[in-house]
């Protein structure tokens, strides 16, 4: 069975020697080239749009909002961002005109001879600020989004709690940084629809947003992703905002443009991880036991809803970790201000969330001088306890294995003990090390109801010469896709993996599976693709068993055999003559929820997940006295993700995701004027590279989920989560300071530990 084996990626041959088509790679005859005209304020009203009489305008097309042919929206969820300003600006980098032209220059020279003139309006840049201002964004008070988790009786918790720790804790923004920037092509057909190629992960978002724009019906429109170097959730929402620009202006000049954002461009102007201020208060019992918990998240959304409500939902889930406390009220809300809009990054709200609970912890170890260590394993959630939403964990709960494991194989006792006798022994030292500690989970699908809403499709068809044809809108963006769904069908048919193809990620060719987002692809999708083997095989093996007059076969390496083991006919053999005898086999199925899933979406409760994955990091670090700079030397991460359906895919999946989060910990940090993006470049951005790599040791615990396909859950996310509390700890550990704050950087670590 090749489920478990780590075979190669199925594209990677073609994009190690150069073969992959990107989207910048693509051309079409008489392809124009498309810029935006953005706002250079972050909030105003639009008054004059000044055309420079000395460009010669009659070489380039230029479109406003009144191209749009069908509504000036970016659908999403609300209605409340259009596709093109029309007259007001609420955030820097708001797109207003475009302007194709026959090459890049002449377009980028175009846009330089634009000017816009705005009355200029106060704007709001921070949350705190955003919420007393009389600046209105959105609504009457700049909430995009509010829930409330609420459990027990928290005011009689803390009455009965014999500690009542508070804590503040502020993350900021992070770049998702995918190597391949923003970029699609829109073509127009004859028929007055359109075609868009583009880098992306949700083929069917683009879809139901250039049916909007373009106010064409479903078989108008085809949506094709193009190899996609990297997404992370940063091609999740914005892809239908360049791709419905690019719409408007082929329609216009009637001619396709290709539209490819530089790193510049793609820096100032598309989402990032929403930076949030998140506070705690914790009481405890004298055994250290938590009695009560509140939590207050507040999230800076950016000018537009686009996603933050789903962001914050999935922050206020996971904002006790993976602790449980009779008593609970999380309050969670999303706020509006004048910066571009915040969006979808790998760990979706959690990698806030998880900072703040997981340093939480650490403060209250502290406080009460117990262990870091004992505290969790006194208050992780086991088997059959209540989350705080008031789900009971049935299946594959594994918080405490992770955690043994991650402390066992990182020797942690050990080396906390040797870091602190040698900080003990060489206090004038220029380095002192330390090691620590976080514990996580992250849920794998959509939250709550959001897969029975989706209701995601999948499915297969047998190919002239017999082969199992896989048809899914699931994107591969490096994460693994294509392979694992491979895996998982010729291991449930029992044939080899060269009998299966997939069809390319064409919505015309493809069933809306839902977005390749929210660690839901291989549990979720590849749950149905599971099925779909599974009828395929009962289909062809109640043809074979008809055929022979034998109904005790099965499929073994491609043959079907009979109940002695001998040979009947291949697999490939039977798919065809299937096909002759019956006709095309086509088999679809879509996603239900397995039994005794139940959630409130009025009330907030109920089970929020059908399962997690567990995880649990030890970091070691080293810290310069000097100059504050904190080196991360090792990590060891243990993770339950349920089976792995390919070893080296999903250690790939946790090594990238782990190192993601160390440039989010020390390194990532977003610098704004007004809302302006300033460090835009890779020169100032910084992200770690190959040489900022700890050595990573990666344990995967395969605790399997049974409704997974093969025991499976999700892992895209996880590994995001867990590393910036750790090195926080670690830092901790070594040098007695907490920094309540992301990114630590050397200033950071410099005011918090000399107390200024
Ligand atoms: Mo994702 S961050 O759910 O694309």
Known sequence: MTVGTSITRREGYNKLTGRAQYIDDLSFPEMLHGKTVRSTIAHGQIKNIIFDPAFDWSVVTIADWRDIPGRNIVALIEEDQPLLAKDFALHYAEPILLVAAETKEIAETAVSHIKIDYEELPAVFSIQDSLKSSVRIYGENNVFKKYVIDQGDVVEGFRESTHVIEGEYIVRHQEQLYIEPQGVIAVPREDGGMTVYGSMQCPYYV???????????DDRVNVIQTVTGGGFGGKEEYPSVIAGHAAVLARKAGRPVKMIYDRAEDLAATPKRHPAIIKHKTGLDQDGKINAVEIEIDMDGGAYATLSSVVLSRAAIHALGPYKSPNVRIAARAIATNTPPNG?????????????????????????RIDPIDLRRNNLLRLGDITATGQRLDYSVSAEQVLDQALEHSRFYEKRDLYERQRKEDPDSPTIKGIGVSLFMHGAGFTGSGEDKMKGQAGATLTKDGRVK?????????????????????????????????????????????????????????????????????ALTEFVAERFGNTSIEIKDGQFVDSEGKS??????????????????????????????????????????????????????EVDHDTYETTVLNITTAQDIGRAINPVLAAGQVEGGTLQAVGYA???????????????????????????????????VENEYPFGPFGAKGVGELPMDGPAPAIAAAILNATGVLVNELPITPERLEKSWRGL
């Open 207 to 217: 879809h139901k947003a250039i049916k909007a724009n373009m106010a064409l019906p």
């Open 344 to 368: 979808a990054f790998r760990g979706f709200g959690v990698p806030q969330a998880c900072f703040a609970c997981e340093l939480q912890m650490e403060r209250i170890a502290k406080q009460l």
């Open 568 to 621: 009947l006919i291949a697999f490939q053999e039977a798919a065809r003559e299937y096909q002759e005898v019956r006709g095309a086999l086509e088999v679809f199925h879509r996603y239900s929820s397995p039994p005794g899933i139940k959630w409130d979406d009025d009330e907030y409760k109920g089970d929020a997940y059908p399962v997690f994955s567990w995880a649990a990091d030890v970091i070691e670090v």
């Open 666 to 700: 020390l390194l990532e940090e977003v610098v704004s004027d007004k809302g302006r993006m300033l460090n835009n470049s890779l020169t100032n951005y910084i992200i770690p590279t190959s040489v900022d790599t700890p050595e990573i040791h990666t344990i995967l």
């Open 470 to 538: 896989l048809l899914t809108a699931s994107t591969e963006i490096g994460q693994g896709t294509r392979t694992i769904f491979v895996q998982i069908v010729a291991s449930e048919i029992g044939i080899p993996i060269d009998l299966i193809e997939m069809e390319e990620p064409d919505t015309s060719k493809v069933p809306d599976s839902g977005p390749t987002v929210a660690s839901r692809t291989c549990m979720i999708i590849g749950g149905v693709m599971q099925r779909v083997a599974r009828t395929i095989k009962e």
